[in-house]
């Protein structure tokens, strides 16, 4: 592949980066790391929703004006990342000038294409969900049943974008894989929805005041979704920028299943509005609980990655959350899952090869690794794995290869071996050696940290017994 642009989501700033944030980003890094070792021309998008009324209510709670609370905000994602070895090639924010600019451009194109409208909507406004909801959304109390409370009858003039013109282009392109998306069960149903005839959609709110005004009508506020969705194509320099013209359309949006319907329905109709090409496809992974239960604010169950990315180090959470759980599936997070996986894969796992290895290395052989062709041992190849986001399975064929290294070592007592017969002491150590490296390589996207650690020990011109890579947890 000549050229990788993926993307995750933009977070929206009314919350802190929590682990179900991390685990997307995480996920969408380990690719981008994959693609980028493969010498492919990749570019790796994350960023920070930051308009919209709740925007503006979360800022004047905190005190502070809207531009202060966005700043501290992303700011806040941006460190996340950095704490998990997340390395994103850029990070853009939808308050930024870059993006608002962009957004306007994409707006007039819309309004050319005749398929944005002027009409009244009456609905049931929830202010928690700055969205309008259905009677049939509603609690047995009528209330919200996300935010407890009952939505405002409101009549308002709104634009609307005549997304009931695009069913059938959208079956057509899902159908054929032109527009891909993933998994199955979120392509089943995408297309049952589309199939039961797709609506209007209001584009714009009046009396907005945190957002991007409608450039033909400025009492109209551009939806925080609109917004948010272009992001994707406003941090390529839309519309002349090298960038945009070398990586859109998107190879891969990675979204969670709850925002796909934005990403498999409207953004592609309107971009076909807009005469702007659709990105490849859209993978919608799965949620987790914790111990079993929805994460929430209310039940204090929110997990900061920055703390588990301090008290175990960014590798292990990365490797935790994608070794765990399956990608596309729904899995649970507990912190006693992780510390099993943290003692028993990586610490008695690769932590034990490795510190068995330089120490033998280092006591036997003076820390030298004999000059000997070592017996190449046939690895399975993981790399299609890793390209599909199997990383589950990527880390579970590595870690074969762990525990037979270890079971081998075990067997053959191989700590005996030195004295007892050298030659094939120094052939084991050259292959073992050899398997180390090969692993480490392996394991790069997704343990880069670890990955440096090993490749530094053996690189060294006298290998020494080497600090453990994963401590016995205090
Ligand atoms: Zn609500």
Redesign the pocket.
């Known amino acids: 592949m000549e050229k990788f642009y993926l993307t995750t989501p933009i977070y929206y700033v009314n919350a802190q980066p929590h682990i179900g944030t991390a685990y997307t980003t995480i996920a969408a890094d380990a690719l981008a790391r994959f693609y980028r070792l493969a010498g492919t021309q990749t570019f790796f998008l994350t960023g920070t929703d930051e308009h919209g009324s709740k925007i503006e209510q979360a800022a004047a709670a905190a005190g502070k004006t809207p531009e202060e609370f966005t700043d501290e905000m992303a700011a806040k994602f941006s460190l996340t990342w950095d704490m998990l070895d997340i390395a994103p090639d850029d990070f853009i924010r939808t308050t930024e000038d870059r993006h608002k600019k962009a957004v306007v451009l994409f707006l007039e194109l819309l309004k050319k294409s005749g398929k944005i409208y002027e009409d009244e909507y009456e609905g049931l406004y ?1 202010v ?2 700055e969205a309008f ?1 259905n009677k049939s959304d509603l609690d047995e109390n009528g209330l ?1 049943p ?2 407890k ?1 009952a ?1 405002e009858k409101l009549k308002e003039k709104n634009w609307f974008f005549k997304l009931s013109d695009y069913g059938e282009i959208l079956k057509q392109r899902i159908l054929s894989n032109e527009f891909v998306v993933a998994p199955e069960s979120r392509r089943n149903e995408i297309l049952a929805f589309i199939d039961q005839g797709l609506e209007d959609v209001a584009i714009s709110r009046p009396n907005v005041k945190w957002g991007i005004k409608i450039p033909w009508d400025e009492g109209q506020t551009v939806y925080v979704w609109v917004d948010a969705l272009f992001n994707y194509i406003s941090a390529t320099d839309f519309p002349k920028g090298e960038k945009y013209k070398q990586f859109w359309p998107a190879d891969l949006h990675i979204v969670g299943k709850d925002i796909t319907r934005f990403h498999c329905i409207i953004w592609p109709a309107l971009l076909e509005a807009a005469k702007i090409p659709w990105p490849k496809k859209v993978y919608a992974h799965g949620f987790f609980t914790i111990n079993g239960q929805k994460i929430s604010k209310t039940l204090g169950n929110v997990i900061d990655p920055v703390e588990l990315a301090q008290k175990y180090g960014p590798d292990t959470v990365r490797y935790f959350l994608l070794r765990e759980i399956p990608f596309g599936q729904d899995g649970d997070f507990s912190i006693e899952k992780l510390e099993a996986r943290y003692q028993g894969d990586l610490a008695n796992g690769l932590g034990n090869l490795f510190s068995r290895v330089t120490t033998l290395i280092a006591t036997k052989l003076d820390g030298v690794v004999p000059e000997i062709v070592p017996t190449p041992r046939e690895l399975k190849d993981t790399a299609l794995m890793m390209a599909e986001m199997r990383f589950h399975e990527a880390l579970a064929r590595i870690w074969e290869e762990i525990s037979w290294a270890n079971r081998y070592i075990d067997e053959t007592k191989l700590w005996e071996q030195a004295e007892k017969n050298p030659k094939l002491f120094g052939e084991v150590i050259c292959s073992l050696v050899a398997l180390l490296g090969e692993i480490a390589e392996k394991l790069a996207p997704i343990m880069p940290e670890t990955t440096e650690k090993i490749r530094k020990a053996l690189a060294a011109d006298s290998i020494a017994k080497a600090e453990p890579l994963f401590p016995r947890q205090k």
């Open positions: 929830c928690g969900h909801l919200c996300d935010h409370k939505p």
